[in-house]
């Protein structure tokens, strides 16, 4: 298979490509059960952005798993549910996530999960609500992948030290860091820009070090860091741009975190993984793809890392 994904090349850097991918993915077993291949919830979508949980979901299922399942809004569900007989919906109480909404959530789910990933399109009615639900499932074993509307600066003490994944872009990372590097993600060739790249991977790498989590920052160069390893995967094409490929990959993230061991492996292998789905949709429809073109791509891409392990 071709590696779509340019890495930096630096010794300080890990490399990332086929080889390492086939490496890290574990072979599912012949004798496995259901749930024993990872369960995924998703917990995400509002009034406007419905199709944010339903992109993750769908992406977690096609990474491999068993189970997912989908907690959206009320005035979601229906919506949700006739995306795809695939999903387990479970519904929000309220429109927006709150105190309540959370409490109820973890009271019905029908069994533990293996990772959570929440934030997609969700609408948050009071921060509270948030750290409550990501103290609780952290309290129950469960793995988290925060994204989108999950990213500010006040879950940093409910996360530090748990191997938690985020997955901010340039914009979110500001927020729940306060910094920013500029122009760090532009595609010039030049030694300041060079500098500001650097300084960046540098940021990236101690506040993953400082937290005790992996952050994905997301860009035209994806920076991933869990504080002792770190690498720089390039986008595969822009028409990755489409709104909804961050959704597919936190998606990704949740499912391959539910394989593995390491947070920085399950975030190197969903954005690989991830591009080439994209460079695949762009070999077919050029600038023209829409998000859910990756989710028909990603079967494609998957399988030729698909080993079953007889026992």
């Known amino acids: 298979m071709i590696i779509f994904n340019k890495i930096l090349e ?3 850097l890990v490399t990332v490509n086929d080889d390492r991918i086939k490496k890290l993915l574990v072979p599912r077993k012949n004798s496995s059960r259901k749930g024993d291949n990872g369960i ?3 917990v995400g979508g509002s009034r406007i952005y419905h199709g944010a949980p339903v992109l993750a979901s769908i992406a977690a299922l096609r990474s491999g798993i ?4 989908t907690a959206v809004p009320s005035i979601n569900v229906e919506s949700t549910r006739s995306y795809s007989p695939n999903l387990i919906v479970i519904p929000l109480v309220d429109q927006r996530l709150t105190m309540g909404s959370a409490a109820r959530l973890i009271k019905t789910l029908p069994k533990k999960v293996d990772v959570a990933t ?3 399109g969700m609408n948050i009615a009071k921060k509270e609500a948030l750290l409550s639900l990501i ?3 952290l309290k129950n074993g469960t793995k988290l992948v925060l994204d989108a509307s999950a990213l500010i600066p006040e879950i940093l003490p409910k996360i530090k030290g748990s191997g938690c994944i985020i997955t901010p872009h340039g ?3 500001m927020r729940i860091f306060g910094t920013k590097i500029k122009n760090y993600n532009n595609n010039n060739n030049n030694n300041n820009n060079n500098n500001n790249e650097n300084e960046q991977i540098l940021d990236v790498l101690n506040n993953a070090k400082k937290y005790g989590i992996t952050i994905i920052l997301k860009g035209w160069k994806n920076i991933i860091s869990n504080g002792e390893l770190t690498t720089v995967i390039e986008r595969s094409t822009p028409a990755m741009t489409v709104g909804g490929t961050g959704d597919v990959l936190a998606g990704l993230v949740a499912g391959f975190c539910s ?3 390491s947070s920085f492996d399950a975030s190197c292998s ?3 993984l991830n591009g080439i789905a994209g460079f695949m949709a762009y070999q077919k429809l050029g600038l023209h793809i829409v998000a859910s073109d990756l989710l028909d791509n990603l079967p494609e891409v998957l399988k030729n890392f698909d080993e079953i392990e007889n026992n």
């Open 10 to 12: 630096s010794p300080e």
């Open 40 to 42: 995924v919830l998703v």
């Open 66 to 69: 068993d189970l997912v399942y």
């Open 118 to 120: 929440i934030g997609m």
């Open 135 to 137: 103290e609780k499932l």
């Open 171 to 173: 914009g979110e990372y």
């Open 259 to 261: 394989k593995l061991n």
């Open 270 to 272: 969903a954005v690989y």
